[in-house]
């Protein structure tokens, strides 16, 4: 279980994010929802360290370090970024084996990773690879360079990559931006396939209202950094804070 209390960040005169608390349970998933600018990634950018945040973070009950990236990852949450970190010179299944912490661009261009008793050591982690391109749809451009995806795809490969990470908690912000409605159901599909199958729990965040409907048991409305709302989905739409939050924006 992630628990995150009291989250504050600020930027200069900017409070982004203002004590905002959320649990998110084993195979939950619960929706992080507000307008733009309400502090949605900022909120997962504290959580994961990357930026300087007040308050206090546990990973089933153990706390986290705030402001060092990598902290949370290591106790199982795992995150993907509103903008695919896609690396486009690489494979698509490099781009998934750099998501390893024991990888990194470094060793995955070593000579001594090419000799063929070190292949079969890594033969493991490069069949975990394929599977997770497997698993996203991206088998078949396995050894394409990620500078030819088109975009849907390079969000997959993000997804691809996270998945081999075997999270216990997945953070994913807005993973269904800038795809069309196929696309988009086709991701709403893959989560729930992930999630029947013993995946992560899941903090969803999106700017999308529709998207979240199917999939999420509890949603957190945000709106200028702090909660305006918290509820089951209908709950949460039938407060007019939120349809005002959203209409204003
Ligand atoms: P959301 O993800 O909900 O669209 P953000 O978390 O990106 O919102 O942004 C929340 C607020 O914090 C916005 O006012 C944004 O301009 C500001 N902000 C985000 N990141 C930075 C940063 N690195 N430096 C300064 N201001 C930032
Ligand atoms: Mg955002």
């Given at each position: 279980?992630?628990?995150a209390?009291d989250?504050?960040?600020?930027f200069?005169?900017?409070?982004a994010?203002?004590k905002?608390?959320?649990?998110v349970?084993?195979?939950e998933i619960?929706?992080l929802?507000?307008p ?7 909120f997962?950018?504290?959580l994961t360290?990357l930026?300087?945040a ?6 089933d ?9 990598g902290?949370?990852a ?7 970024f509103?903008?695919?970190q896609?690396?486009d010179e690489?494979t698509?299944l490099e ?11 470094r060793?995955l ?5 090419r000799?063929?008793s070190?292949?079969?050591a890594?033969r493991?982690?490069?069949r975990?690879?394929?599977?997770a391109?497997e ?6 451009r396995a050894?394409?360079q ?6 849907g795809?390079r969000?997959r490969?993000?997804?691809a990559?996270?998945y ?11 993973p269904?931006a800038g ?16 999630r029947d199958?013993?995946g992560?729990a899941?903090l969803?965040v999106?700017?999308k ?7 999420c048991?509890?949603?957190?409305v ?5 909660q305006?709302?918290?509820g089951?989905p209908?709950?949460?739409w039938?407060?007019p804070r939120?349809?005002?939050?959203y209409l204003g924006?």
């Amino acid at each position: 279980m992630l628990a995150a209390r009291d989250i504050r960040v600020r930027f200069g005169g900017v409070v982004a994010v203002d004590k905002v608390s959320l649990t998110v349970r084993d195979q939950e998933i619960v929706g992080l929802i507000g307008p733009n600018g309400s502090g949605k990634s900022t909120f997962i950018n504290a959580l994961t360290g990357l930026v300087p945040a007040e308050g206090s973070v546990e990973v089933d009950g153990k706390p986290v370090t705030l402001g060092r990236p990598g902290a949370v990852a290591r106790m199982g949450v795992l995150r993907t970024f509103q903008t695919p970190q896609v690396h486009d010179e690489l494979t698509c299944l490099e781009n998934v084996l750099v998501g390893l912490p024991e990888w990194n661009l470094r060793t995955l261009g070593a000579a001594w990773l090419r000799r063929p008793s070190m292949m079969r050591a890594e033969r493991g982690r490069w069949r975990g690879a394929y599977e997770a391109l497997e698993f996203t749809g991206l088998a078949d451009r396995a050894s394409a360079q990620a500078g030819e995806l088109s975009y849907g795809e390079r969000r997959r490969l993000e997804l691809a990559r996270v998945y081999l990470g075997k999270p216990a908690t997945l953070l994913l912000d807005e993973p269904a931006a800038g795809l069309n409605q196929v696309e988009s159901q086709n991701l709403v599909r893959l989560l729930t396939e992930w999630r029947d199958a013993g995946g992560p729990a899941l903090l969803l965040v999106e700017h999308k209202i529709d998207f979240l409907e199917e999939l999420c048991h509890r949603m957190i409305v945000l709106e200028l950094g702090k909660q305006i709302a918290a509820g089951e989905p209908a709950e949460v739409w039938a407060d007019p804070r939120v349809m005002d939050a959203y209409l204003g924006s």
